[in-house]
């Protein structure tokens, strides 16, 4: 995939994370959903890192209540991705993430996120089926 398409996807795809989030009631900045793809570029460049694309988010009437969104680097996710961004969660305190994948988790990720499922809970979306 090229560069110029590959910073596009990105560009949509963060755009329609943030838009979702907002309409779950997450404190959402209209300057963000509404970023130029100029801007995106200002602030990620022509090849964003997927860590710099990471969004952490608090609930509008509760701020108590946050959640993050990860952009795993590997194509293909398994249990060691997995562990890390829960790792990362216990640690500051948060309790919901979505993960914007590439490509399908692997059936031992999948097995991880039921394990994590009482006190983590994570919602997997694909590229393209995020992508507006």
Do not use: W
Not at 9 to 27: A, G, H, S
């Amino acid at each position: 995939m090229a560069l110029d398409e590959q910073t596009n996807k990105f560009f949509r795809i963060r755009r329609t994370v943030l838009q979702m989030l907002n309409d779950r009631d997450y404190l959402v900045g209209d300057f963000e959903i509404n970023t130029t793809k100029e801007q995106f570029l200002d602030k990620f460049g022509e090849d964003p890192k997927k860590e710099d694309l990471v969004i952490n988010k608090t609930k509008r009437n509760s701020p108590s209540e946050q959640i993050f969104v990860f952009f795993p680097e590997d194509a293909k996710v398994g249990v060691k991705t997995i562990k890390t961004y829960v790792e990362r969660m216990k640690s500051e305190g948060v309790f919901r993430a979505i993960l914007v994948v590439q490509q399908a988790l692997t059936p031992f990720a999948k097995q991880s996120l039921q394990e994590f499922s009482g006190k983590f809970h994570l919602e997997v979306f694909q590229v393209g089926r995020v992508a507006c």
